[in-house]
């Protein structure tokens, strides 16, 4: 029966997963592409809001299997003694706090609703970009660790997130040489 509760609880998990990530890509390619029109801004408000559901259903249902794994809310050492939970919550913390900033200071900046703040200056794409990397990064590296059960016994929360901390350098050069190309969109 255990079982079978936590493949009902993690199958919604991994349709998150897949679902925000998709949404996040998509608008990327949307926010990064030559062409853009009118119907974007509304594209990517219901990216935002698509991207937000699939976050809650993450922490639901991991928060969930956490439980039924444990048998009951575990205490900090029993998740200290868990290297890939440990660096699964940080991950999903950091995607919760950086959807935050993205939500209120990247998409308003994106998405002006004045002509007035339809030019992005400099230190605002830098910004962005930043958001953006941590964003593409954590969204890898958290489906990255939904597979990762053969390195659960082999990497130390250490070397778990040793590993987060190099995609998130590599993602934020990425951003940062991308930076010029970011834009307000149309209205």
């Known amino acids: 029966m255990k079982d079978t509760l936590r493949l009902l609880l993690l199958y919604p998990h991994l349709i998150a997963c897949c679902v925000a990530i998709g949404a996040t890509v998509l608008a990327d390619m949307k926010i990064m592409g030559q062409r853009t029109g009118h119907g974007d ?7 935002s809001r698509v991207v937000l559901v699939a976050l809650a259903v993450l922490w639901c249902t991991g928060l969930s299997i956490i439980v039924l ?18 660096s699964k919550l ?53 489906a990255f660790l939904g597979i990762a059960r ?31 190309r970011l834009r307000a969109l149309p209205f």
């Open 41 to 47: 801004r509304a594209l990517l408000q219901l990216v």
């Open 69 to 86: 794994d444990f048998g009951h809310w575990p205490g900090w050492a029993e998740l200290v003694a868990k290297p890939k939970l440990i």
């Open 90 to 142: 940080v991950v999903v913390s950091v995607l919760t706090l950086n959807g935050a900033a993205l939500h209120h200071y990247a998409l308003p900046r994106l998405l002006p609703t004045s002509v007035d703040r339809a030019k992005l200056c400099r230190t605002q794409r830098l910004r962005l970009a930043c958001i953006g990397g941590v964003s593409a990064a954590s969204w890898a590296f958290a």
């Open 150 to 180: 053969p390195l659960a016994n082999k990497l130390s929360t250490g070397g778990f997130l040793g590993l987060y901390l190099a995609a998130l350098a590599v993602a934020l050069g990425i951003g940062l040489i991308s930076a010029p």
